[in-house]
């Protein structure tokens, strides 16, 4: 079946640093591919967002861009702030059938 | 603003006795989903509606129902909650056709 695969955590780092958290897929054919973030005490908000092969979703600095040739959707951001510590989950889905959610990567950004 | 509202965002409730979580929302949506959050997990579905069609997944435990009166809301039932049912609970909600699924904000619940 289909599945997601994410880089375990927790992933520590300093206020300004470079940010990428690797998530590979399985699954036949192409689905919709998405990052969820959760911060502390809440429920998950999406961060972003690819429906095909080569786009790029972003949103507040992160950037992922759908790879079907290494099945991936690495997130990244050039420069991460405190306020960027969170769960984040990647997730793909098919149409309107329920996401299929990686273990999530937890970050922890450092002033 | 549209959103999606769960309620209480905290319950606590004694082993064995049952408790009732609520999810409303404003989005019109036709699909509304429930996932279960333990600590340091991904969220795992239990069941989903789409539309009035009720769709359970395979390893949810009996002791959990659902229903849904209405396009606006939905309700997870815990009928004999053990401790292990000790978890964030989260409502989802999405619309044929689009790719998002908009999450509330969760009801931790806590069983003593």
């Known amino acids: 079946g289909d599945s997601v695969t994410q880089m375990e955590g927790p992933v520590t780092l300093s206020e300004e640093a470079f940010l990428t958290i690797n998530c590979t897929y399985t699954a036949t054919g192409y689905p919709s591919l998405f990052w969820y973030v959760q911060y502390p005490g809440e429920g998950l908000q999406l961060l972003l967002k690819a429906t095909k092969a080569d786009d790029k979703g972003s949103n507040k600095g992160f950037e992922a861009t759908y790879r079907k040739e290494t099945t991936s959707f690495h997130l990244e951001k050039g420069s991460v702030q405190v306020s960027d510590s969170a769960v984040y989950f990647c997730?793909?889905?098919?149409?309107?059938?329920?996401?299929?959610f990686g273990k999530g990567t937890r970050l922890s950004v450092i002033a | 603003d549209a959103m999606v509202i769960q309620n209480p965002r905290y319950q606590v409730t004694q082993f064995g006795k049952p408790v009732t979580l609520s999810c409303s929302q404003t989005l019109n949506h036709n699909v509304m989903y429930w996932y279960q959050q333990k600590s340091s997990q991904a969220p795992k579905l239990l069941f989903h509606y789409y539309d009035k069609d009720f769709n359970n997944e395979a390893d949810t435990p009996d002791n959990f129902q659902s229903r849904r009166p209405n396009t606006s809301f939905c309700f997870l039932d815990i009928r004999s909650p053990g401790l292990g049912d000790a978890a964030m609970y989260l409502c989802a909600t999405s619309t044929s056709g689009t790719y998002e699924q908009y999450f509330g904000p969760g009801t931790r619940l806590t069983v003593t």
């Open positions: 997730a793909l889905r098919w149409g309107n059938t329920p996401l299929v």
